[in-house]
C-alpha cells in the first residue's frame, strides 16, 4: 500500500506544504488528494513568493488586476485568495465526508508585517475569511504574544485558526490557552462552537537547525558535557515534539475540556510543520517517521512527500521514547541552553524569514504592476476627409456631458427617454465588467481543460447559434491550435449535410460536445444536442451525458435537462450580458481554452482596452467612444455601410462584427450594416455609402489591401485603420468594438442591446413546424414564377424567363441599397465560390453593398437589421432539396424540415416587413442548381434606378 495511505490507519493526517495555481490546474493536487489521502493544504508569504514571484503562472493576473489600478499589497491578495479557494473547493469533499476527523482544511496566513499587531490581525483575519468565504479554510496566524489575544478573538468569531510559528513548549501551552478561550467566549455568547477547527503548527527542523550547531561545539570540547551534548545532537527538535504531545494530552480532559466537549468542540490537533529536513547527516524522513500518531497532522513540502511515498515506512511512533525526550529536554540546561530563550529567538526569526520573502514578492509585484500600467492599447487611424468635423462635434458633445463617466454608471438616458427601454438598456450592461469577473474564472476553466483531456477526449464541438458561437469560429480561425489544446469545430445550422459531415470527421466517443444557449430555449443548439447526446448514448450507454458540456443562464430549463442528462459540467454564464455582448464570457473562452488559447492574456488585453475606454477613471481620449461617434455619425450621413477589410488570417472577424454591429443597431428604421467578405475592389466600384475598416496586424503588411485603402482615402471615402500586435489583442478588439457598436447607438438614439424584429423569424418558424407536426409537410404559399433548368425562382416581379426575373429582380435597386444572399445550404469551399461570383457580378454592374450569410446562422445576428433596419435590401435567399435527411430524435420532423420551415419563416418575415425578396430553389443538386442560376444572370445587363 502507498504509505501515503497507509499511515491513515494511525489516525495521522497527511497535509502539504505547498500552493501554486499550476498544481491547482493541471489535476495534481487532485490526484494527491485522490490517490495519495492528502487532507490539506497550508501556505505562507514565503510559499507564494515562490509561487507567484517565481513563475509566470500568475502574470496575465497580475497584469489584469494591475491595469484596475490595484495596489501591489491588493494583487497579491486576490491571487492568494484566488488560489486558497481553489484549493479550498478541490479540499471539499474531503472535509464534507463523515470521517473527515478535522481536514480538507486550506491555510492562509495574514500579512507577516501584523506579527506584533494584536488589532490588524483581527482585522485581517476577519477580511480573508470572509473574502474566501469558504468553510474550510484556516487563517494562520503567528503565535507571538501579540498573536496570542488575535487567535482567541477569531475563534470567538468562529474562524477556523491555523497557529503558527510555535517553537517552545510554553508558547504552545499559552496558545492551547488561547483557543480554548476564544471557545468558551463563544459558547458564552450563545453561540455554536462544534463547526471550528484549530491547529496548533509545532516547527522542528528549524529546532535542530539552531541548537544542533551549539551542541557540536560543546562535544568537540570532549569531557562529560561534551558526552551529553553528543548524545543530544539531532534529538532537541523531536523530544519538544514528543513533549508538546504529551502536553495536549493533559490539556484536552478534565472539566474544563469537557464543559467544551459537551458542546460538540473540537481538540485544537498539534500539526508538525517545517519537517522537511534540512541537514544532509539526517534521514530525509526524519521528522515524518518518528511524529505518527494519533490525532495529529505533519504538513509536509513536496519533495519530502513524494520521498515517504517512495520508501516511507508509517507506523505509530509518537509515544516511543518518551523518557528519553524529556531527559533531553530536562538535561539541555546543564549545558547552559535555555530551550525557551532559543525558541524565542526562532520565533522572531522565523517571523523574518517570512517578512523577508513577502517584501521581495511585494518589490516583485510592484514591478510587474508598474509595466502592465505602461501598456498601450492599438490606435485607431482614422482617415475621415470632410466628416472629420463633424464626428469632432459629436465627441465634444458626448465630452461635454461626461458621457464616459455616465456609461460606466449604465445611465440609460444616453440612449433612450423611455423608461421602460431604460430598464431594458440597464439590465443588459453586465457586459461592461464581465472580463474582471471572468479573470477569476481563469483556473476554474483552465482545470476543466486539464480533466478534459486527461478523461481521454480528443476534439470539441461547440454547438449554438448567434453569439453562442460566433467567438469560438473567430478563435479557431484567428488562432493556431495551442500545444495543450484540442481541435475544434462548430457547429451552427440545422444544415443537415453539415451535421453529418460533423458526425463523419469526428471520434464520437472521445468528442466533447458543448450546448451553448444562452436562454436554454433556443431551438437549434438543443437540437444539436439531443441528435448527438443519442448518438452517444448509442455507443456509451447511460454514461452519454460524460460527453457533453453546458453553457448558459442561471435560470434556464437547460439547467434542469442538462443536469438529467448527467452532463460533465454546466457552465452558468451572466443573465445581464446579452448573447452579441458574450465573447469574453463563457461561451467564447471555455472553446477558447479547450483549443489552447491563453484566455488569462485574452482578458489581459480586454482590461486594458476597458481602462483606456475610461472604466478605471479618465484616462485621455476613449478608442471605443472615437470609434462609435465616427462610424455613428458617418451612418447618420449617409455612409452605413461598414465595410470591414481583414487579411485573410482574420477573414471570419465578420462573422463576429455582423452580428454585434447588425442586431445592436438594425432597428427603427435605422442601423449600420456591416459588409464582411466582400473584395475590396477599385474606388469606382462604390457609391458615397461605405466607410471602410480595416483591422489587421502590426508586423503583416498586406500590401494588396492596404494600397486600395489608400486609393479610396484619397478619392474620399472614409477609412479606418487597426493594427493589432498579434491575436491576443482580439481581447481589447472584442472590448473596442462592444463599446463602440453602444456609443454608435447613442448617436442614433436607440436600445443597442434589444433585438424586436429577431422574434418574427421565430415566431413564423414555430406556427410552421407546428403545421408540420400536424400534416407532415411545410405548407407551400406560393407557385414559382418561373422553373427553368431545374431551378425554381419565388418573387413578385415577372419575367418570362430566369433571365428576365433576375433582370426585373435587380431593377429594383437603387443607389445606397445592398444585396443580401441567404444561403441555405450546405457550406462548402465550391459553394463559396459562386456565391462570391454572385457578390461580384452585382457589386461590378450595380456598384451596390452585397453582403452573404449561410442560413439560419444569420437570423440570430444580421436578421434583426434585415427587418428593422431602413428598407434598402434586396433579399435572395436560396434554398435546397435534402435528398440525404437526418432524423432527430424525439421529434415527428427531420434536420432538413426543421431548416425549410427557418427559411420560409424569415423569408415571411422580410416580406411582412415590405421587404424585396427572391426565392430561388436550386432542387436536388445545389451547387449545379446556383450555376445555372448565375449562368442565366450572366446573361442579362443590370442597372440601378436613378436616385
Known amino acids: 500500500m502507498n504509505p501515503l495511505v497507509a499511515i491513515r490507519q494511525f489516525d495521522q493526517s497527511i497535509w502539504l506544504d505547498f500552493i501554486r495555481r499550476k498544481i491547482l490546474i493541471n489535476g495534481e493536487l487532485q490526484r494527491r488528494i485522490t490517490d495519495e489521502a492528502l487532507r490539506g493544504v497550508t501556505s505562507n508569504p514565503a510559499i507564494f513568493e515562490k509561487a507567484i514571484g517565481g513563475s509566470d503562472d500568475y502574470d496575465a493576473a497580475i497584469e489584469s488586476l494591475a491595469l484596475q489600478n490595484k495596489s501591489a499589497d491588493e494583487i497579491y491578495t486576490e491571487l492568494a485568495i484566488a488560489d486558497v479557494q481553489h484549493a479550498c473547493d478541490l479540499f471539499r469533499p474531503v472535509y464534507d465526508s463523515h470521517d473527515n476527523a478535522g481536514d480538507g482544511y486550506v491555510s492562509l496566513e495574514v500579512s507577516p508585517a501584523l506579527v506584533n499587531d494584536t488589532e490588524g490581525t483581527i482585522e485581517e483575519g476577519i477580511r480573508f475569511w ?155 524522513l526524519k521528522y515524518i517517521t518518528n511524529l505518527i500518531g494519533p490525532r495529529t497532522v505533519n504538513t509536509v513540502p513536496v519533495e519530502t512527500l513524494d520521498i515517504f511515498r517512495e520508501k516511507g515506512q508509517p507506523d505509530d511512533h509518537l509515544e516511543e521514547g518518551l523518557e528519553k525526550a524529556q531527559e533531553v ?242 457552465f452558468l454564464n451572466f443573465p445581464e450580458v446579452g448573447g452579441r455582448f458574450s465573447a469574453l464570457t463563457y461561451f467564447g473562452l471555455v472553446p477558447a481554452a479547450l483549443y489552447g488559447i491563453s484566455i488569462g492574456e485574452l482578458l489581459a488585453r480586454a482590461i486594458g482596452m476597458m481602462r483606456a475606454c475610461g472604466a478605471y477613471g479618465a484616462g485621455g481620449q476613449n478608442p471605443g467612444l472615437e470609434l462609435g461617434a465616427a462610424i455613428g455619425v458617418l451612418a447618420e450621413q449617409g455612409r452605413d455601410k461598414l465595410t ?79 493594427l493589432m500586435k498579434d491575436a491576443l489583442d482580439l481581447g481589447a478588439e472584442f472590448y473596442r468594438w462592444e463599446v463602440a457598436t453602444a456609443v454608435a447607438s447613442a448617436v442614433f438614439g436607440i436600445n443597442p442591446f434589444d433585438q424586436p424584429n429577431v422574434q418574427a423569424a421565430k415566431t413564423a418558424t414555430d406556427r410552421l413546424m407546428k403545421v408540420v407536426e400536424q400534416e407532415g409537410q411545410i405548407p407551400q404559399k406560393e407557385a414559382p414564377k418561373v422553373t427553368e433548368n431545374g431551378v425554381a ?87 435546397v432539396d435534402h435528398p440525404q435527411d437526418l432524423p432527430l430524435p424525439g421529434r415527428s420532423y427531420t434536420f432538413g424540415t426543421f431548416k425549410n420551415a427557418q427559411a420560409q419563416g424569415d423569408l415571411e418575415a422580410l416580406q411582412q416587413n415590405d421587404r424585396r425578396t427572391l426565392r430561388v430553389h436550386l432542387g436536388s443538386d445545389a451547387e449545379q442548381g446556383i450555376k445555372t442560376m448565375l449562368a442565366a444572370l450572366a446573361t442579362v445587363p443590370l442597372s440601378v434606378q436613378e436616385a
Open 329 to 570: 529536554l530536562r538535561r539541555l540546561p546543564e549545558l547552559g541552553l535555555d530551550l525557551e530563550e532559543l525558541t524565542n529567538h526562532l520565533e522572531v526569526d522565523g517571523a523574518k524569514k517570512f517578512n523577508e520573502p513577502f517584501g521581495k514578492l511585494m518589490e516583485s509585484l510592484e514591478k510587474k504592476r508598474q509595466k502592465a500600467l505602461g501598456i498601450t492599447v492599438a490606435s485607431a487611424t482614422m482617415q475621415l476627409g470632410d466628416f472629420q468635423a463633424a464626428i469632432d462635434a459629436k465627441i465634444q458633445e458626448f465630452n461635454a456631458k461626461d458621457f464616459t463617466e455616465g456609461f460606466w454608471q449604465k445611465d440609460a438616458t444616453l440612449w433612450t427617454q423611455d423608461a421602460e427601454a431604460q430598464q431594458s438598456v440597464r439590465s443588459f450592461m453586465g457586459w461592461l465588467r464581465v472580463a474582471e469577473t471572468m479573470v477569476k474564472a481563469v483556473p476554474e476553466i483552465e482545470q476543466f481543460v486539464h480533466e478534459v483531456k486527461a478523461a481521454g477526449f480528443k476534439h470539441v464541438v461547440v454547438m449554438g447559434m448567434g453569439g453562442s458561437t460566433m467567438a469560438p469560429i473567430v478563435f479557431k480561425e484567428s488562432f493556431p491550435m495551442g500545444e495543450n489544446g484540442l481541435p475544434i469545430s462548430v457547429l451552427d445550422t440545422t444544415d443537415p449535410g453539415t451535421v453529418k459531415q460533423i458526425e463523419e470527421s469526428v471520434p464520437l466517443a472521445e468528442t466533447l460536445f458543448i450546448v451553448a444557449s444562452k436562454s436554454g430555449t433556443t431551438a437549434e443548439p438543443l437540437a444539436f444536442g439531443d441528435y448527438f447526446y443519442d448518438r452517444i448514448k448509442q455507443i456509451k450507454g447511460d454514461k452519454a451525458g460524460e460527453n457533453f458540456v453546458a453553457i448558459t443562464d442561471p435560470s434556464s430549463k437547460f439547467v434542469t435537462s442538462a443536469t438529467e442528462q448527467g452532463y460533465r459540467r454546466i
Open 130 to 284: 470572509k473574502a474566501v468565504d469558504r468553510p474550510n479554510v484556516m487563517i494562520k496566524v503567528p503565535a507571538t504574544l501579540e498573536g496570542l489575544p488575535a487567535i482567541r478573538r477569531l475563534i470567538a468569531e468562529g474562524i477556523n485558526v491555523n497557529v503558527t510559528l510555535i517553537f517552545g513548549l510554553e508558547r504552545y501551552k499559552l496558545v492551547a490557552d488561547a483557543y480554548l478561550s476564544g471557545l468558551e467566549d463563544r459558547a458564552k455568547a450563545g453561540q455554536p462552537i462544534d463547526k471550528i477547527a484549530s491547529v496548533a503548527s509545532f516547527f522542528l527542523s528549524r529546532i535542530d537547525v539552531l541548537i544542533d550547531p551549539m551542541l557540536e561545539k560543546i562535544a568537540a570540547e570532549g569531557g562529560e558535557k561534551g558526552e551529553l551534548a553528543q548524545s543530544m545532537v539531532g534529538e532537541v527538535a523531536l523530544a519538544s515534539a514528543k513533549q508538546a504531545y504529551q502536553i495536549y494530552k493533559e490539556i484536552f480532559v478534565g472539566p474544563r475540556w469537557e464543559a467544551l466537549q459537551a458542546k460538540g468542540a473540537n481538540t485544537q490537533r498539534l500539526l508538525w510543520a517545517s519537517t522537511g529536513n534540512k541537514n544532509p547527516k539526517y534521514d530525509d
Open 793 to 879: 425562382y419565388y418573387t413578385a416581379v415577372s419575367g418570362n424567363d430566369a433571365a428576365e426575373v433576375l433582370q426585373n429582380f435587380f431593377a429594383q435597386a437603387k443607389p445606397g441599397d445592398f444585396l443580401n444572399i441567404q444561403a441555405y445550404l450546405t457550406e462548402s469551399s465550391a459553394m463559396n465560390e459562386s456565391l462570391q461570383q454572385l457578390r461580384a457580378q452585382v457589386q461590378e454592374q450595380l456598384h451596390i453593398a452585397t453582403t452573404s450569410g449561410y442560413g439560419p446562422r444569420f437570423l440570430h445576428s444580421t436578421g434583426q437589421y434585415h427587418k428593422g433596419g431602413p428598407n434598402t435590401g434586396l433579399f435572395v435567399q436560396f434554398t
Open 644 to 722: 470591414l477589410v481583414v487579411p485573410e488570417s482574420l477573414s471570419d472577424l465578420g462573422l463576429w462584427l455582423e452580428q454585434l454591429l447588425a442586431e445592436s443597431t438594425g432597428k427603427e428604421g435605422k442601423g449600420i450594416l456591416p459588409v464582411a467578405g466582400e473584395p475590396l475592389g477599385e474606388p469606382s466600384l462604390y457609391g458615397h455609402d461605405r466607410v471602410f475598416v480595416y483591422v489587421g496586424y502590426e508586423n503583416e503588411t498586406d500590401e494588396a489591401n492596404q494600397t486600395k485603402l489608400q486609393q479610396l482615402a484619397q478619392d474620399g471615402h472614409p477609412v479606418i485603420t487597426i
